[in-house]
């Protein structure tokens, strides 16, 4: 297929009619002003070897495409609308890949309520290359922001930290240590991550601050902490962890360290989120309806920069999370 077939036959049945994307036959889609909402924009690539490994299924590929940018909507509280494709196809990518990509888009949309508005193909001598750029609504002013946590405020994350991390080298064909269920389950948590979308409507009416973790819990606490100009105290023996990632801390000489090490792993795709304590309980329970845990992890305090502590006592981190 060249790029006009492939639009045609691929991507043209993700636009589902959707009038905004023009039957994705012009060069720009449309979209209409919605009175009383923000249009909420973000942007996320993957890369194969960076963000996937060259293994990988191309249906997962997409679905986790689609799903690391429906996180960053999870955390500013906005609604999943639609999305723009742009593909760099490896000169060797077959006609099947490219068909089985285009049908784990399909099923995502699906899952989650969005449709394809417009975007790029193109060839390249390099690995296989995408990004999105997703769009979702939120009401007039009430997007979610990063800077407004206060000190006296709850530290809490959804899910459990550290999956990522560990899923990777499962994929890898590492952690030998655990047991086959375990790494697969692992494994499962780095391909197709879980964008806490169910939490919404909690977050626009509780939180006050909130990002969703990407390169690190650790890395990402920092930036909300510099945003909001405060510290964060992150108690390591607090964090959620799964069964694997249990099996796997027992196995390590050192709990602190290999508590870092899961607080300081990326690809985990939860949301950490600063609130009152007052309010700590309906955001709960509102993560316990969708089918997730929301754990607190800390506090917000006066001062600068995010402190460690493993039962009271100070931990230096070496690193803080996933750089490129």
Not at 186 to 206: D, F, G, K, S, V
Request: net charge negative; aromatic share 6%.
């Amino acid at each position: 297929m060249d790029e006009f077939e492939a639009i045609a036959r691929l991507f043209r049945p993700l636009s589902e009619g959707a009038p905004e994307a023009l039957d994705l036959s012009d060069d720009a889609a449309a979209i209409p002003p919605r009175p009383g909402f923000d249009l909420v924009v973000t942007k996320d690539a993957v890369v194969e070897g960076v963000h996937f490994l060259a293994s990988d299924p191309p249906d997962l590929v997409a679905r986790k495409l689609l799903r690391v940018n429906l996180s960053d909507l999870a955390a500013k509280g906005a609604e999943p609308y639609g999305y723009f494709l742009a593909v760099a196809w490896p000169h060797d990518y077959a006609d099947e890949a490219k068909a089985a990509f285009a049908a784990g888009l399909g099923e995502d949309q699906a899952a989650f309520g969005v449709r394809l508005f417009g975007g790029d193909t193109v060839s390249t001598p390099g690995p296989l290359t995408a990004s999105v750029t997703m769009l979702g609504w939120v009401p007039t002013g009430r997007m979610v922001r990063r800077s407004g946590a206060r000190p006296g405020q709850v530290l809490m994350v959804t899910g459990s930290i550290g999956d990522g991390g560990l899923g990777l080298m499962a994929a890898q064909g590492g952690l030998p240590g655990l047991g086959e269920a375990e790494r697969e389950a692992l494994a499962a948590r780095y391909r197709l991550p879980q964008p806490r979308l169910a939490l919404r409507e909690a977050l626009l009416a509780h939180a006050a601050a909130a990002l969703d973790v990407s390169d690190g819990l650790v890395a990402d606490a920092i930036h909300m902490e510099e945003a909001s100009g405060v510290a964060l105290q992150i108690d390591l023996e607090r964090l959620p962890l799964s069964g694997p990632a249990k099996a796997w801390l027992a196995l390590q000489p050192d709990t602190a360290r290999g508590l870092l090490d899961l607080a300081t792993a990326g690809d985990d795709y939860e949301l950490v989120i600063a609130a009152d304590v007052t309010v700590a309980l309906p955001l709960a329970m509102a993560a316990a309806a969708g089918g997730f845990a929301l754990t607190p992890i800390g506090r917000v305090v006066d001062g600068q920069g995010t402190i460690l502590l493993h039962r009271g006592e100070p931990v230096l981190a070496r690193r803080t999370g996933w750089r490129h």
